[in-house]
């Protein structure tokens, strides 16, 4: 739930015997995924970064995903498909040795073939002809298993790599348009978004 993150946050320091003040790096997912909640876990961010001047690294929501796909097993090369919509989801592809993706795009059914992975990383979403072209092929379908001590493992290393974003520019990954915006612009073709 979006309105308890501050208050378990809170409740973290609390427990820890910690303070804001006590950060030194913020890590925090970037997406692709849901609008608000990026919005919402991004703002939190920055507000932590500017209030309290940690470092603060953005971390694609789709990378930390397959390092943690893979340290459950999963085949090196594998796709992560998350803010579906309609017949289309956004496919992160990471080849095998990559940690970094090496295709990322929407896709639909008859895409997935050429992605040419062994396995995807999708949660409940996933179109039903993704998902059912997915088992045609043989994919293998795993449950994407989110980590925040895998967003902060993978932030520490992009931070020791000089990779600390400014506060300014952290921004959430969306795959497509927001919704109103399409809304705006069907509704009012000769007005500018």
Same mark, same amino acid.
């Not at 795009?105 to 008859?110: Q, S, V, W």
């Not at 895998?150 to 952290?170: H, K, N, R, S, Y």
């Given at each position: 739930?979006?309105?308890?993150?501050?208050? /378990?946050?809170?409740?973290?320091?609390?427990? $820890?015997?910690?303070?804001?003040?006590?950060?030194?790096?913020?890590?925090?997912?970037?997406?692709?995924?849901?609008?608000?909640?990026?919005?919402?876990?991004?703002?939190?961010?920055?507000?932590?970064?500017?209030?309290?001047?940690?470092?603060?690294?953005?971390?694609?929501?789709?990378?930390?995903?397959?390092?943690?796909?893979?340290?459950?097993?999963?085949?090196?090369? $594998?796709?992560?498909?998350?803010?579906?919509?309609?017949?289309?989801? @956004? /496919?992160?592809?990471?080849?095998?040795?990559?940690?970094?993706?090496?295709?990322?795009? $929407?896709?639909?059914?008859?895409?997935?073939?050429?992605?040419?992975?062994?396995?995807?990383?999708?949660?409940?979403?996933?179109?039903?002809?993704?998902?059912?072209?997915?088992?045609?092929?043989?994919?293998?379908?795993?449950?994407? @298993?989110?980590?925040?001590?895998?967003?902060?493992?993978?932030?520490?290393?992009?931070?020791?790599?000089?990779?600390?974003?400014?506060?300014?520019?952290?921004?959430?990954?969306?795959?497509?348009?927001?919704?109103?915006?399409?809304?705006?612009?069907?509704?009012?073709?000769?007005?500018?978004?």
């Amino acid at each position: 739930r979006e309105d308890d993150l501050m208050p /378990a946050i809170d409740r973290l320091f609390r427990r $820890l015997g910690r303070s804001p003040a006590d950060l030194g790096l913020i890590a925090v997912s970037t997406g692709p995924g849901g609008f608000t909640a990026l919005r919402v876990c991004i703002t939190v961010a920055k507000a932590l970064a500017f209030a309290t001047q940690a470092r603060c690294v953005g971390v694609p929501t789709a990378r930390a995903l397959a390092a943690a796909a893979r340290r459950e097993g999963a085949t090196p090369d $594998l796709a992560v498909l998350l803010a579906s919509k309609g017949h289309s989801s @956004h /496919a992160s592809v990471f080849d095998a040795g990559a940690d970094q993706p090496t295709t990322q795009r $929407l896709i639909e059914a008859p895409d997935l073939a050429a992605l040419d992975v062994r396995t995807i990383i999708a949660d409940q979403f996933l179109p039903a002809a993704i998902h059912a072209e997915a088992q045609r092929l043989g994919l293998a379908i795993r449950p994407p @298993h989110f980590s925040a001590a895998t967003v902060l493992e993978l932030g520490e290393a992009l931070a020791g790599a000089g990779a600390a974003t400014p506060i300014d520019d952290l921004a959430p990954l969306y795959p497509r348009e927001p919704e109103a915006v399409t809304k705006w612009r069907q509704l009012h073709p000769d007005r500018p978004a």
